[in-house]
């Protein structure tokens, strides 16, 4: 299972960004699916995660800003980033809880992540 992020770039404070990550690949289903972000020189932190059911769930740091989705028929996660500050400015992640199936008999559980979208704001 492959995962494609997009919709990184460059954008002043206060601005918005949508980031989108797609999943391709063989025979799979997806559980909980969320956002991480990882600032230079900082450790990888969560963003917003949401479930199957659309439960979801946000830092503390992103509440009220950002908004987290998902389309189960497109296998695609989105995020929704308003008023985005310097300190948003990081490499954003993805990362899919996924079930492969192989035969009928046989699936296996997978942790996937994206290769990062780096998204930039400028004070």
């Known amino acids: 299972v492959q995962l494609v992020e997009s919709g990184g770039g460059l954008v002043q404070a206060g601005g918005s960004l949508r980031l989108s990550c797609v999943a391709s690949?063989?025979?799979?289903?997806?559980?909980?699916m969320g956002w991480y972000r990882q600032a230079p020189g900082k450790q990888r932190e969560l963003v917003a995660t949401?479930?199957?059911?659309?439960?979801?769930n946000y830092a503390d740091s992103v509440k009220g800003r950002f908004t987290i989705s998902r389309d189960n028929a497109k296998n695609t996660l989105y995020l929704q980033m308003n008023s985005l500050k310097s300190e948003d400015t990081a490499v954003y992640f993805c990362n899919f809880k996924v079930v492969v199936t192989t035969t009928p008999l046989v699936s296996y559980g997978m942790d996937c992540w994206g290769k990062g979208t780096l998204v930039t704001v400028s004070s």
């Open positions: 949401i479930t199957r059911g659309g439960i979801t």
């Open positions: 690949g063989s025979t799979f289903s997806i559980n909980d």
